[in-house]
């Protein structure tokens, strides 16, 4: 008799990704440039929202500078690694959703290989791999409905964060919309093919109060430019292709914060 394998070829395939996200995102010596970049984000007394943790690397860097963290994170077998890696830690808060424009409940697609490019974001799934090769070859096997919170309703239960980091491949705008009031740092995840979304985040926190941006190219951890730009400047830059990266993210810090006057731009790079 033949047995039906799928489950397993399934649970092959989801280890080898998250044996791959482990050895990269916590491999020895990257806690140490995470902490120097974020050192001017975060601090002692500090809250931190990390949406989209995934295996949590971002949000052990916060912690271990003195901040209190909020991390989501909604997909399962991911959480489960994430409450095994964290869930104990005193300052980290842990909860298994996502965010988005407002509270309820959305279809999250999940790549079984690549646990990282899950996302909520239907229109970004089906376009992505025709704008960036980099894409071509992932598939969202599975679904699943997720509970969804927004920023406005995670500041009203847990206070105003001094930064937000968020990484939901192609749905950061959609995150920004439930979110009503400054926040003195964010960062968001901007990724060729599709860096209308970043453009989007531009405009939305610029509606929200005068920022300047910044931007760190892939998984390094030093900024691109040595003064903070405008959003104008910024913009720019995403419509003229983000200099051929590959991906990044995108720094956005309210002009008014205290300690913009003097940012540590020469963090250690990359290992």
Known sequence: ?????????????????????????????????????YA???????????????????????????????AL??????????????????????????????????????????????TLATHWRESIGQHNQGFQAVRWEDELRVPVTSLDALIAEHGLPRFCKIDVEGFEDEVLAGLSQPVEAVSVEFVAGSLEVAKRCITRLTALGDYRFNAIAGEQRR???????????????????????ASGDLYARLASAPSFSSPRHQQEPSR
């Not at 001017?40 to 949000?59: I, N, Q």
């Not at 909860?95 to 959305?106: H, I, K, R, S, T």
């Open 223 to 245: 900024f691109l430019w040595s003064d903070w730009r405008s959003a104008d400047s910024a913009s720019h830059w995403l419509a003229e292709g983000a200099s051929d990266l």
């Open 1 to 37: 008799m033949t047995r039906d394998l799928t489950p397993l070829h399934h649970r092959l395939s989801r280890g080898l990704g998250m044996a791959r996200s482990l050895i990269i995102y916590w491999r020895p010596g990257r806690q140490r440039g995470l902490k120097r970049l």
């Open 40 to 70: 001017e984000f975060a601090g002692p007394g500090d809250l931190a929202f990390d949406v989209g943790a995934h295996l949590g690397d971002r949000t052990a860097a916060f912690a271990a500078l003195g901040a209190r963290v909020v």
């Open 73 to 118: 994170e909604p997909q399962p077998h991911l959480y489960r690694w994430l409450t095994r890696l964290l869930g104990r830690h005193p300052r980290v808060a842990l909860l298994p959703c996502a965010a988005g424009a407002q509270v309820g409940e959305a279809t999250l697609a999940m790549s079984r290989a690549t646990p990282t490019v899950s």
